[in-house]
Structures are given as structure tokens and as C-alpha cells.
């Protein structure tokens, strides 16, 4: 079983409503594993097409994660969820998760606005912490959307976390989780030296972005002359 590992779970010590919960729930595992190379794929396509027609990559790589089968069922019992698939879908929206890492700060709201461009695409929630960052200095453009993904019995329709980021968003909350949360750091220390350096990666973000502006300015002009 290629489970096996990731599934800790005593079922000695579960009730059989319980283990039989549990199998529905790895059922849906792989249907959320499918919702995520949909995004994906999705996501790749329009990557390409810019490259095609305006000469750049918006996306620099793409990370996904999937919750365990463990994890969801943990979380399901803490919010006092039954175990069912029909809960789960109802209330557990971060089971999928794609994470889109973008040259540019413009670029994340490019793909954004291609993204939810398509017809099969619904956005259910929207939360910008770049234009409004969180507290600790967390800058990211978190969507959840769901995606039809269709098996022999059916079509279903599935919610993926995205968190769109730029390069230097994403090294920040990298180390920032590291220095904060591993003990690196004094706790208000950490939290000053994080935002600190939260808005210094904000203001080369910027810069970055013009310089790479004017550069696709002259580029374009130097085609035309030719």
C-alpha cells in the first residue's frame, strides 16, 4: 500500500464508523491528487502561451502539496466534523494546494486574471495580502477556486488552495517560518527583523518590476525598428 507511510493512524483503536470513515476519505485523496494536475496543467498552458506570444514566463515553477489522509481526518475530528466525504467537501477547503511562484509582482495578478478567465474555473474565496500584507510583513495573493475533474463515474467539482507569490515573497515566508517557529530567533526580535525585511524584499520587488519594464520597452521598440 503506498499509503502505508503516511498513515500512522492505530485502527485498533478506532471505532468501526471510524476506520470506515477513513476509507472514504483515501477514496477522495486521490480525487483531490486529480484536482491539483488539473490546476496545474492549467497553469502550465498559460505559462507557455505568454512565452509564445509576449516573449515571457510569468510563472518561474510551481509546488503543490496534498494533505495526508491523516492530517484530514485529524482535522475533520478537531472541528468535530463527521467522517464523511460530503463534510469534508463541505468544510475542509486547503485539502489541495498549488503554489505559483512569479518573476514579477504584475505577473501574479496576470495569471490571476487568466486563470479565473475560464469558464470552468470558480472562484469561491479571495484573500490579497499584497496589497493589504498581514501584520508579521506576509505577502502572498491567496484564491481557492474549484475545478470540474471528471472520472468514469462522473464529474466533480473540487476546491484547490492557491497561493500566488513572487520569488522574493516566497523566500521570506520559507525562512521566515524557519527563524520564527524553530526557536532561531527571539520571538519579538524575529517578528521585527521579519517585517523589517518583509519590506525591504517589498521595495526590490518594485524595483525589479520596472527594471524589467523598461527593459521589455526597449526590446519592443527595438523590434519595431527593425
Request: aromatic fraction near 6%.
Amino acid at each position: 500500500n503506498p499509503l502505508s507511510d503516511s498513515m500512522p493512524l492505530d485502527f485498533r483503536t478506532m471505532t468501526g464508523s471510524e476506520q470506515g470513515g477513513l476509507g472514504s476519505l483515501l477514496h477522495v485523496f486521490y480525487a483531490y491528487s486529480a484536482a491539483i494536475r488539473q490546476v496545474s496543467t492549467k497553469l502550465e498552458i498559460l505559462d507557455h502561451e505568454y512565452q509564445v506570444l509576449h516573449d515571457h514566463n510569468p510563472v518561474h515553477h510551481l509546488e503543490s502539496r496534498l494533505k495526508t489522509p491523516t492530517s484530514i481526518y485529524e482535522k475533520m475530528l478537531r472541528k468535530g466534523l463527521p467522517i464523511t466525504k460530503q463534510a469534508m467537501r463541505a468544510h475542509i477547503t486547503d485539502i489541495a494546494g498549488v503554489r505559483v511562484i512569479c518573476r514579477y509582482r504584475e505577473d501574479i495578478y496576470t495569471v490571476r486574471s487568466a486563470l479565473l478567465a475560464q469558464d470552468d474555473v470558480q472562484l469561491v474565496r479571495e484573500r490579497d495580502y499584497i496589497k493589504e500584507p498581514k501584520p508579521n510583513g506576509y505577502r502572498s495573493l491567496h484564491l481557492i477556486v474549484r475545478v470540474p475533474v471528471f472520472f468514469s463515474s462522473g464529474v466533480e467539482h473540487l476546491p484547490v488552495e492557491i497561493q500566488l507569490r513572487t520569488i522574493g515573497m516566497d523566500m521570506w515566508a520559507c525562512l521566515e517560518h524557519e527563524l520564527c517557529y524553530k526557536g532561531a530567533l527571539d520571538a519579538s526580535e524575529a517578528a521585527r527583523e521579519m517585517k523589517e525585511c518583509a519590506e525591504m524584499i517589498a521595495a526590490a520587488d518594485l524595483k525589479m518590476q520596472s527594471a524589467f519594464q523598461k527593459l521589455h520597452q526597449q526590446s519592443l521598440a527595438a523590434g519595431n525598428e527593425n
